[in-house]
């Protein structure tokens, strides 16, 4: 069966830096996405990554295993409008998005 | 500005009425798709097409209906036979396989 895992919620301080995670096991694979969805609204393009490493984008960064079926996103310099769920997915053989159910990330002051 | 509209954002439905979700992109993206989501769950993909006059059932098809007259436009008809149908539905394009996907700002639907 495919299954894409994450942790439900997270919290994180304003400021600091959080990672948050992605396992994967899909029936192929044409590369994993990172989307932000602020609640109520439509998700946002954060990252694309389909080969192994480490993709920086400004305060964002996205991290991908193939070999482990992992990856994962870093956030830094935390900012209360980071506050959101943070989705993964991984796209399959046929080119169809697999989905996590989301994280949602808490940022206290 | 290019985009997608999506609408209405609310939407209230007596049980056993069909409503229509109404989808319109001008990115002129080939492929549309139409997503449920559901607290605690991922998106669910309920119907995509790729060309004009072409579109395929997704993983939870029962209950909806969409056509694709036009590149821009794919409605969604969420019909009384859907069992449950009070959720969030996204409507998104691409360019095609492997393009990232661009979402309206979802539509709300709720059953009465």
């Known amino acids: 069966g495919q299954n894409i895992d994450q942790p439900t919620e997270m919290t994180a301080t304003e400021g600091a830096i959080v990672q948050i995670n992605c396992t994967y096991q899909t029936s192929g694979f044409n590369g994993l996405f990172w989307y932000q969805q602020h609640a109520g609204e439509a998700p946002t393009f954060l990252s694309y990554?389909?080969l192994d490493g480490l993709e920086e984008k400004g305060r964002f960064s996205s991290f991908l295993s193939r070999s482990k079926g992992y990856s994962y996103l870093l956030l830094k310099e935390l900012q209360m409008k980071d506050s959101a769920s943070y989705l993964c997915?991984?796209?399959?053989?046929?080119?169809?998005?697999?989905w996590g159910a989301g994280t949602k990330l808490i940022i206290k002051p | 500005d290019g985009g997608i509209t999506q609408s209405p954002k609310y939407l209230f439905r007596k049980e056993g009425q069909n409503v229509t979700l109404s989808c319109e992109q001008n990115l002129n993206h080939d492929a549309m798709y139409w997503y449920r989501q559901d607290p605690g769950q991922g998106l669910r993909l309920i119907y995509y097409?790729?060309?004009?006059?072409?579109?395929q059932k997704g993983d939870i098809a029962e209950g909806y209906s969409v056509s694709r007259e036009k590149k821009e436009s794919f409605p969604l008809t969420v019909t009384s036979a859907q069992k449950n149908p009070t959720a969030f539905y996204l409507c998104a394009s691409n360019r095609g396989e492997a393009g990232e996907l661009f979402f309206g700002e979802g539509s709300r639907l709720t059953v009465l």
């Open positions: 097409s790729q060309i004009v006059n072409d579109f």
């Open positions: 990554n389909v």
């Open positions: 997915a991984n796209m399959d053989s046929n080119y169809q998005l697999i």
